[in-house]
């Protein structure tokens, strides 16, 4: 019997193994979010780099919002989460999700802006009892909390609307709320059509976007997750010495003229690897996540890191 089950174990084994071999030679599946301003991922997916790397299909999932891009990944639909937002990886990980930093997407504090049609709002002081419209659990929620916090106020001071970008650009438009918080394309269109700038998130957040898979994924598939990195490298220093052409493909990409994304992309650091800088930013974010209640307990972010 003993030695039945060691062979029935060793088959079931060699099965998983199989297994695993057999998906990632079909290919993978990444997310391809090209807002704010997500060069890196516009140059992989135009020139087919992590494709011609890898030598296997890759697929790309439009998925913009974080806790989506976490839930597929946790489903096994998404192998890696190429740009999500550190808030949403770390409510993930907080929540007990198989979720692991890969390396730095990017850090773009000035690329998150508070916008108001009243230019008399000037200071946190200003915004106490005003409606403000932004996406919550997200870096620009980040960056109106350490605004207030500068001035000793909370979010108990302002009346916060929870919405996407695009909704709250357009709630901003119709007047229906005091200031909006806004990113790329609308922080650019916004700022074009006179709209008064409070503040953006220099000196106030990192705003770093990350790259993750799970634990799982990376042990069964050591060597894809390795390719991935390398390429990711290729790519940001491709962009270094090809600045016309990236400008180009991004216009392309997200319906800009050149000079609106050349204007952007200065405020950009896509430097891949991550810094002791990168962390304490992250534990800063975890820190802030714990206080506004989004998490129940302190979160470590050593913690998000992948065991090697």
């Known amino acids: ?70 839930a597929a990944l946790a489903s096994g639909d998404i192998q890696i989460l190429n740009a999500v937002g550190g808030t949403s990886v770390i409510l993930a990980a907080a929540n007990g999700a198989d979720i692991k930093v890969l390396s730095m997407y990017s850090r773009s504090p000035a690329a998150f802006m508070l916008f108001s049609a009243d230019e008399t709002i000037s200071s946190p002081e200003d915004l106490k009892g ?69 503040t953006n998130g220099e000196g106030l957040i990192a705003a770093t976007i990350l790259t993750a898979t799970s634990q799982e994924y990376y042990d069964a598939h050591t060597d894809v997750i390795d390719t991935f990195l390398k390429t990711q490298e290729e790519i940001v220093t491709w962009m270094g010495e090809n600045h016309d052409e990236v400008i180009a493909m991004a216009a392309e990409e997200l319906g800009l003229d050149a000079e609106a994304v050349e204007s952007m992309y200065g405020m950009y650091d896509f430097n891949p690897a991550v810094s002791d800088e990168d962390v304490a930013s992250l534990q800063k974010t975890a820190d802030f996540m714990y206080d506004a209640g989004m998490i129940e307990e302190p979160y470590d972010v050593s913690a998000l890191f992948l065991n090697k």
Do not use: R
């Open 130 to 198: 005003k409606t403000i419209a932004g996406p919550k659990g997200t870096n620009l929620h980040e960056l109106l909390a350490a605004y207030l916090a500068t001035a000793g106020m909370t979010m108990d001071d302002v009346d916060f609307v929870s919405m996407d970008i695009p909704s709250a650009l357009s709630a901003l438009e119709g007047g229906s709320v005091d200031c909006a918080l806004l990113a790329g394309a609308a922080a650019y269109n916004c700022m074009a059509s006179g709209k008064h700038l409070v």
């Open 1 to 70: 019997m003993k030695h039945l089950w060691k062979v029935l174990s060793l088959a079931l084994a060699v099965c998983l193994c199989l297994t695993a071999v057999a998906f990632a030679e079909d290919g993978i599946t990444v997310t391809y979010v090209t807002s704010p301003l997500n060069a890196p991922s516009i140059v992989e997916k135009n020139g087919s780099w992590l494709e011609n790397a890898l030598g296997m299909p890759v697929n790309y999932a439009e998925i913009t919002s974080g806790a989506d891009q976490t």
